[in-house]
């Protein structure tokens, strides 16, 4: 033995065989592991985009004022000789002085013009104060508020002074007359941009701040102090949106260098590319390329503007890499002012970082406000270097002997270095300093294929990637690229825009101007387009017609509806889901779309999505046809027809597998609702009725037996823990219980008739928890009451309707939104609550008579309609709501209204006529805090809505929705090319996943080793405990050390090695239903729990017995028509009682097919319905053939073969791959009571196992209509288990006691006592289950006690 154990723990010995059986695990499906359930359905946060420019600006005018006094050098100045003399590359002395000055002012217009022809120039040649202030004054008024330029030569005037002064002359030239640089602010106004091209100009730009400072102060003073003088005279302009370009600092001198040009600031800023070029030149380093002289430079052919030239191409590069440096090295906001807002500003800033790198050469440092950070050492210069050299060591060759250009390899070299980025990255580093490039080379034929293809990974990357890229500024050029009609562009495109469109909806605008939507609508329309191109198309257009008018008009007049109608049926999912989406979005709000779809029977064309298999379709189609039939146009009598029937069709939903779905159907019901709220409102009040005059044989009005099972009012409610999916806990029974609300207002607790008015409301003491009213937060009809109404509908024939013209379909839809308002899902029965009550309110407020009725009286009158049919619902007809008082529910009573002059204080009608109806029990409940009170303590309402106006929020308002359309363009938004996490063998979700594998071999390995030596004695207790309610239900986790235990409506989990409680927490369950079944799904990997109670709903639970908070995955109605005759008084006893089967109903039982994914349910029905839960739907329904509940189920993926045991003691066998009619293969009638346990063995020749209440065990051959074999274990049998792999079965008796059997039918144990202290005996057994692999045995009693048995411990 000690050998064995050994061996158990080395891992050489175990890998080996341990990896054959962990394929198995890999190899099995998920279930409920989409991103559906895993996620909330909301849309994404929207990302705060500040790419778009909310200025735009031109540079309109320019003022060129040239201080040259040619032939006369300033007094301050000594120049050098030889000294640097060209202007605007003339040399002034080489013509007269005037005629100089008019050449180089001209020049100097011709180079600016280069970089803004449409601005208008000005020239001031030499001037004196009055001409430069009648320039700039002239400039500004005929700007208005754009942007006005101020270039000043000042190499003919002494420097700048130190108290912000620059030169200019007077009329005779005889003297250099000062100007204040505060008088040209006021002149030149703002937005403005100045360039001071002279030594010293350092001093300008810090005289121009404090000049600005000063304005600011004196604005402030004038806006505080009206008298103050400063407020008398006209205000200065403001100067923050100045930007200033000066030669040097203050201290400086210009270089004087004869071989560059006296006006080099000037010439980096407007011939860039020339000055570049020559400087190059001067270089050392350009002695490495042979024969380039500064003559040659000249020559270069080509013209800037044609980028297919030698000169073209430098200069085009040459806008790259500055752009990219700007890019790189500035924040992004100043790089989005300086070099994105003003076409001249950004070309005068990318060149003034020329300018720093080739002034601080000759110690020179240009100067700007807003400063920038140096970038005269970024290493792209060293790339503008190489293509430089390249070109100009092609020049002697191609002037010479006329060889062909080569182009420069550099936007290909900086494409393949983004590709590097791109391949080699990690989630978390600095953007792409090669982004601005990749976004110069889109519109360029050559590159435009590869760069785009590049774009697309990157914005793959995620949103931040999106919004880096439009902060570059790529928006333009792609808008631009839409009026291609190249095929190979088309899928990239798509991708593109459908990735900014993600991120940034705001684009539909743009892209409608455009004329975009053609361009996609084209491509939706191909057939040849791939699928997913396809999809990518259609999400763009759903976003263009979403919310959107224009879009919408635009879309039709495309023939966006039959382009999306013949794409319905398309096998791929995704564009089935976002065609639905697209069409739902065109029509809504929108009539003209509605009759277009009417017209091509749209709705019947997406009927056929309504049984998609995968719910995502189903849902985008309900969203569909929900604002098909939620337009709040006028209606005709043929659009009412096509509602009813759209109406009929949704209503088919109601069972739905999947809670998106059903949420999505209350919201196209909710539209429904509204169009036609006055017929809604008649049913209500009719329905309201029913409900008071008929007492349903309800459980929820049978007395609780208190004594005998654990009620959540009792003292194990601090234990429960709370969870996340009943935040809002509208199903936590107390709650449910108090609110008894629209029950009874007129009668007293003795029954007789009282009249309320505000006055004495507060003699009753459940008045104020009925007054359902919007001042007062809280349902009109309760849970309760709904519940109620809802099971009166299907016993009571509704067939006293009132006579007004009325149509059966709105007490249908009515019927099918009580239904969804008990959905086990609480979103869904939260926005089903919502309509409800606002119906309810509305017809209240309308049907209230306006004198004190008694309580028989009803108003037969129908509710008028209200006229404004799409406005906030919560505005209802009749008398106004009360002042506000947030906590009147629970001071028992309402604040009387001010009482207004000259006027009687308006009594309040009462709700009660048409609202009346005994409360059974009601004065039982006690009066605690309800859920929708705004308590003294605050809760989470309080204050919320204080100050909304209508608004209540227990009512919906016109516009309901789920979120679901936001949340499927989230898909567009994230990466679609990376390799999900899970696929990925380095993460940690895959290594969590190997772990987990390799314990389950372990597990089935060890246990095997176990049950193989066979099992000779079962009753060594390895745990027991108190449980904090009746066990009614236990399972074993398979291969963790936890076990499940559900009392009626909650579950316990316990870690039976530690003898620990992990978790206790709520299922969610109306009070009068109890659960009846458990299952792990995923208990190979990623478990999930499933309860199963007996009114026919499953839950499935995530995030259970860890440290977080229990989850709620999915829940849904598994059988929809349990019957409702075996749940009676009588039942609910007997199962307190004694747990003896034999009296009630079997409730809900399961069995989980984990192979397939398929859930069998059955239970007090005649069908075994069959779920399939990857696509959330119903897929079989196999009729039992039986008029007895089923009691057992047990199937077999293998063979497709399902046993059930049923309540008249037959076994019944059946094929599931055959029709309804012939899929019962076989019946045993053997047994003469009720089946325990049917149980089908897994192997291939596998026996049914089956065990009746008398305590007979049979054996029956699936081939053979005999058992084979017959054992008789004990009588009064409660419970039994198999287990699969030990042959044992344990039979719990309601004589208290266990015993074991072996498979020979011999008694192995007889456990009747627990051990340790007391050793007292063991209650009546409620429930009993064997682990699947280990010999141990949970069994539950009615003592509360649970308590496990295992083989004895040499064994283990």
Known sequence: MKMDSELLHSPAVCLAEE?????????????????????????????????????RMKTVSVALVLCLNVGVDPPDVVKTSPCARLECWIDPLSMSPQKALETIGANLQKQYENWQPRARYKQSLDPTVDEVKKLCTSLRRNAKEERVLFHYNGHGVPRPTVNGEIWVFNKNYTQYIPLSVYDLQTWMGSPSIFVYDCSNAGIIVKSFKQFALQREQELEVAAINPNHPLAQMPLPPSMKNCIQLAACEASELLPMNPDLPADLFTSCLTTPIKIALRWFCMQKSAKLVPGVTLDLIEKIPGRLNDRRTPLGELNWIFTAITDTIAWNVLPRDLFQKLFRQDLLVAS????????????????????????????????????????????????????????????????????????????????????????????????????????????????????????????????????????????????????????????????????????????????????????EHRTMAVFILAVIVNSYTTGQEACLQGNL???????????????????????????????????????????????????????????????????????????????????????????????????????????????????????????????????????????????????????????????????????????????????????????????????????NLSTSSSASSTLGSPDNDEYILSFETIDKMRRVSSYSSLNSLIGVSFNSVYTQIWRVLLHLAADPFPEVSDLAMKVLNSIAYKATMNARPQRILDSG????????????????????????????????????????????????PPTRPPYTPTLGGQAPH??????????????????????????????????????????????????????????????????????????????????????????????TRLDDQIFINRNPGVPS??????????????????????????????????????????????????????????????????????????QRNPEMVTAWQGLSDMLPTTRGLARRVSICLDRSKGQGGAGMVVDWEQETGLLMTSGDVRVIRIWDTEREMKVQDIPTGADSCVTCLSCDSQRSLIAAGLGDGSVRLYDRRMGANECRVMTYREHSSWVVKAHLQKQTDGKIISVSVDGD????????????????????????????????FACGSMNQFIAVYNSNGDVISNIKYYDGFMGQRIGAISCLAFHPYWPHLAVGSNDYYMSIYSAEKRLR
């Open 348 to 531: 005068l800033f990318r060149n003034f970082l020329l300018a720093e790198r080739i002034m601080r050469s000759y110690n020179c440092t240009p100067v700007s406000s807003p400063r920038l950070p140096p970038t005269y050492m970024h290493a792209m210069w060293q790339a503008w270097d190489l293509a430089v050299d390249i070109c100009l060591s092609q020049l002697p060759t191609i002037i010479e002997e006329g060889t062909a250009f080569r182009h420069s390899p550099f936007f290909a070299e900086q494409l393949t270095a983004f590709q590097v980025w791109l391949t080699m990255g990690v989630e978390n580093r600095n953007p792409p300093e090669q982004l601005p490039i990749v976004l110069q080379v889109l519109l360029s034929q050559v590159h435009r294929l590869r760069a785009l293809d590049l774009l697309g990974r990157f914005l793959d990357l995620g949103p931040w990637a999106v919004s880096l890229a439009l902060s570059v500024g790529i928006f333009p050029y792609v808008l631009k690229l839409l009026q291609s009609s190249a095929r190979e562009l088309r899928p990239l495109l798509v991708f593109i825009w459908a990735k900014i469109l993600a991120v940034d909806s705001s684009c539909q605008a743009d892209l409608v101007k455009d004329n975009g939507h053609k361009y996609f609508l084209s491509v939706l329309a191909d057939p040849y387009m791939p699928a």
């Open 1033 to 1106: 239900v236990v399972k074993f986790h398979p291969f963790n050390p936890c076990i499940a235990v559900a009392d009626k409506d909650s579950i316990c989990f316990w870690d039976w090695e530690k003898a620990e409680r992990l978790d206790y927490f709520y299922n969610g369950n109306p009070r009068y239903t109890r659960i009846t079944a458990m299952e792990y799904l995923n208990g190979h990997d990623y478990s999930l729990l499933l309860t199963a109670t007996d009114d026919g709903a499953l839950r499935i639970w995530k995030n259970f017995a860890d």
């Open 857 to 904: 009286s009803l108003t037969q009158s129908a509710p008028a309609s209200p006229t404004s049919k799409g406005a906030h619902i919560l505005q209802a007809g009749g008398s106004p709501p009360m002042p506000s008082a947030s906590s009147s529910s629970l001071t028992n009573e309402v604040p009387k209204p001010p009482t207004r002059g000259g006027e009687q």
């Open 1257 to 1288: 065990v049979r054996f029956f051959e699936l081939r053979s209509p005999d058992s084979v074999n017959v054992l008789q274990t004990v009588k009064g049998l409660t419970a039994l288990d198999i287990h699969p792999q030990a042959n044992l």
């Open 561 to 759: 509806i039959a382009i999306c109608l013949e794409q319905l049926s398309d096998p791929h999912p995704l564009l089935r889901q976002w065609v639905a989406i697209c069409l739902g979005r065109i029509w809504q709000n929108f009539d003209s779309a509605r009759w277009c779809g009417v017209r091509d029977s749209a709705h019947e064309k997406l009927y056929s999505l309504l049984s998609d298999p995968i719910p995502e379709v189903r849902c985008a189609a309900v969203f569909a046809l929900g604002t098909f039939v939620g337009n709040s146009a006028e209606r005709t009598d043929h659009s009412t027809t096509i509602d009813h029937n759209v109406a009929m069709m949704l209503a088919q939903l109601i069972n739905d597998g999947s809670p998106v779905v059903r949420k999505e159907l209350v919201v196209a019901l909710s539209h429904l609702v509204v169009q036609y709220e006055s017929n809604f409102c008649t049913v209500a009040l009719q329905f309201m009725e029913e409900e008071k005059n008929y007492t349903v044989p309800s459980p929820a009005n049978t007395l609780e037996p208190c004594n005998l099972t654990p009620v959540r009012d009792s003292p194990a409610i601090p234990r429960l823990r709370s969870v996340n999916s009943y935040t809002n806990i509208r199903a936590a029974t107390t709650a449910r219980n108090l609110n008894k609300s629209l029950q009874n207002l007129n009668l007293n607790e003795e029954g007789g008739p009282v009249a309320f008015s505000p006055g």
């Open 922 to 1015: 009601s004065h039982q409940f006690p009066r605690t805090r309800k859920m929708f009170d705004k308590g003294p303590s605050g809760s989470e309402q309080a204050g919320d809505d204080a100050d909304d106006p209508g608004g209540h929020k227990a009512y919906m308002n016109a516009n309901l929705s789920t979120g679901l359309c936001d949340w499927s363009a989230k898909y567009f938004a994230q990466p679609v090319m990376k390799i999900p996490e899970e696929h990925d063998v380095e993460s940690q979700v895959r290594k969590e996943r190997e772990w987990r594998f390799l314990r389950n071999a372990r597990v089935r390995k060890q246990s095997q080793r176990i049950t193989q030596r066979g099992v």
């Open 19 to 55: 990896e054959e059986a962990d394929m198995s695990d890999w190899n099995l499906p998920l279930a409920f592991m989409k991103k559906r359930h895993s996620e909330k359905i909301e849309g994404s946060k929207a990302l705060a985009q500040s790419w778009r420019m909310k200025d």
